[in-house]
């Protein structure tokens, strides 16, 4: 068992002395649950040195080989499953339900996904040359606190089918979930330096993320600090993935059925406390159709009450820091001090819950696209209504905007709502409240990011295609060319 003080470089646990650990806080009451190391610049350099020489054997290993071992990775997440939800909830706030069907489900599904692709790839060739692909190389994968577990495994699992080596930062706020997950890979008899982790904050990041010996660098987080890493990464010209925020749109057209689409509105604002980067938080509806929405958003809403994360029945837990909730207040104030009004929730702390990172589901409205309360990411329970006239404005609306990660249309006539749908400028669209699809890519445009995740997609990225022209029995015209 590794200790609390570690990081893993090379097959080894090694203790990071040079900075004092970071505690890890539970945000429903402020209790301290446990620390983690904060990584020095020479805890990066072990690190990286380790995945590199790793690299070439773990690319030559057979294909069959690199998912025997996620199988068998897979098979160890998913028997501690109630254990890590657990610890999830307790790091980050969401609630237990969620946490066990989201937080341990996206992973486990990301495994089935990404193995199912890797096992199904062949190789491809034109009328002259055989298209191989080489893995990335040592790929630095930096994951957010939002979803833990699942972005870990959304970075690592296809690195490492691809034949990547990784080097893994954790949040700070979340490491704890993390040391299980390196626990297990070591469980699973992964080579040496193929995985290694550190723990730390923006410091060991960007540490991390300049490394020149550090070929790929992919990161989900904020816009700020995505354009931040994508810069640095640009000098070295490394390859990047960056999943990053969002400020979705969810657009009810004039024949959508309100009495299903605002309650399941409310849902897909307001999953995980709103601290989604998909989350669709601006709900367009038709202007003349407004008080009934905000009938229907209210009554909706007050069914989110904030209670004990680890009771099954609770659907809304606190943020994830006293910080976080500063910031979403903030931002609540300024909107209602421009004219925007709560229709339920606000700037105070739920009742009976003033102690901890707490905040109740707000809806606004009376707000406006030029409003920074509808077009910067909130990442809490809040919900801003707009008005449309009409499709054509609906869709202007939506678009509106930096952003491009997700969106959402409900219509009474699916293919009216497909049509909308296919002129969202976003990287993916829910239409009348469909569930998410781990085939499908996932990513965003614009300020959303670059590249995508899950699937055939997801592992594409951890690739670079390399042709081989002239290769036996692919050039047909041998000769006939010079």
Known sequence: MADARTYLAGGAWIEATA?????????????????????????????VAAARAALPGWAATPVADRLARLSALREALAARGDELALLITRQMGTPIGFSRAAQIGLPL??????????????????ARSRILRDPAGVVAAITPWNFPLHQIAAKVVPALA??????????????????????????????????????????????????????????????AAGRH???QAGRDLKKVALELGG???????DDADLSVAVPQAIGQCFVNGGQTCAALTRLIVPRAKRAAVEALAVEAAARWRPGDPEQP??????????????????????????????????????????????????????????MEIAREEVFGPVLVILDHDGEEDAIAIANDSAYGLSGGVWSADPARAERVAARLRTGQVMINGAMLDMEAPFGGVG???????????????????????????ADQDRGSNG
Request: aromatic share 6%; proline share 6%; hydrophobic share 45%.
């Open 19 to 47: 900075n004092p650990p970071i505690p890890v806080v539970n945000p429903a009451n402020g209790a301290v649950i446990g620390e983690a190391p904060c990584c020095t610049a020479d805890d990066v350099d072990r690190a």
């Open 109 to 126: 599904r990301t495994f089935d996904v990404t193995i199912a692709a890797m096992a199904a790839l062949e190789e491809e060739r034109t």
């Open 162 to 223: 691809a034949g990547c080596t990784v080097v893994l930062k954790p949040s700070e706020i979340t490491p704890l979930d993390a040391r299980i997950f390196a626990e297990l890979v070591e469980g699973c008899g992964f080579p040496a330096g193929v995985f290694n982790m550190l723990f730390g904050a923006a410091e060991t990041g960007a540490a991390l993320v300049a490394h020149p010996q550090v070929d790929m660098v992919s990161f989900t987080g904020s816009t």
């Open 229 to 231: 890493i994508g810069a």
């Open 247 to 253: 400020k979705s749109a969810n657009i009810l057209l």
């Open 313 to 370: 029945a609770t659907r809304l837990g606190p943020l994830s820091s006293l910080r976080q909730r500063e910031r979403v207040a903030a931002m609540v104030a300024r909107a209602l001090e421009g004219g925007a009004t709560a229709l339920i929730g606000g700037t105070a702390a739920p009742e009976g819950f003033e102690k901890g990172a707490w905040f109740a589901a707000t809806v606004l409205s009376g707000v406006t696209p030029a």
């Open 447 to 473: 300020q959303s990011g670059i590249g995508r995740e899950y699937g055939r997609y997801g592992l594409e990225e951890y690739f670079n295609l390399k042709a081989i022209t002239g290769a036996a029995a």
